[in-house]
T-cell receptor, first 117, second 114 residues
């Protein structure tokens, strides 16, 4: 069974360029999360979706960041324009709800390492 | 707000040594608690979890007990191996109907030397 699939694995771009990160969650999961990992700030939750609907985007740092989930099997995180301080590893994770409203285990992708020069 | 605090790393141990990584939390309500592990170049994966007070989670020789009275969830292993070298994250869930949102600690890097 395929896990969470992220692309690209590595992206190097120049300041001001648009960056799009992609995620395919595990089939049947109905929650999707975007996290950012840096040495300075650790793991930060950027946004999460339940049943394709954004629930909490309070972690999105600025208007330059946007995320979409057009269907249950695909999500994107876009940065436009990108800046050097956006350099980080971006993780997508998915999970499914259990009975009683509790969430199941979070499954993480391998991450997209972004470097903005 | 809810938060998780872990002991700072890196932690360096010799093979077969005893491991403790401290984790304390602040939360309203009754969160579930987790330990995730991240091996180099990979995403995080669940190591163990506990969903209520006094529960003990265990996996691969690691264990942690949910202590509500001390708001702690310390990770322990009796005899570490070189293959346990990784970054360990303590996390809590914000309870029901939060869609699985997890709050992570800052991570503790473990290095085990042969």
């Amino acid at each position: 069974d395929a896990g969470v699939i992220q692309s690209p694995r590595h992206e190097v771009t120049e300041m001001g360029q648009e960056v799009t990160l992609r995620c395919k969650p595990i089939s049947g999961h109905n929650s999707l999360f975007w996290y950012r990992q840096t040495m300075m700030r650790g793991l930060e939750l950027l946004i999460y979706f339940n049943n394709n609907v954004p629930i909490d985007d309070s972690g999105m740092p600025e208007d330059r960041f946007s995320a979409k989930m057009p269907n249950a099997s695909f999500s994107t995180l876009k940065i436009q324009p990108s800046e050097p301080r956006d350099s980080a590893v971006y993780f997508c994770a998915s999970s499914s709800w259990l009975a009683g409203g509790m969430a199941g285990e979070l499954f993480f992708g391998e991450g997209s390492r972004l470097t903005v020069l | 707000g809810n938060s998780v605090t872990q002991m700072e790393g890196p932690v360096t141990l010799s093979e077969e040594a005893f491991l403790t990584i401290n984790c304390t939390y602040t939360a309203t309500g009754y969160p579930s608690l987790f330990w995730y592990v991240q091996y180099p170049g990979e995403g995080l994966q669940l190591l163990l979890k506990a969903t209520k007070a006094d529960d003990k989670g265990s996996n691969k020789g690691f264990e942690a007990t949910y202590r509500k009275e001390t708001t702690s969830f310390h990770l322990e292993k009796g005899s570490v191996q070189v293959s346990d070298s990784a970054v360990y994250f303590c996390a809590l869930s914000e309870g029901y109907n939060q869609g699985g949102k997890l709050i992570f600690g800052q991570g503790t890097e473990l290095s085990v030397k042969p």
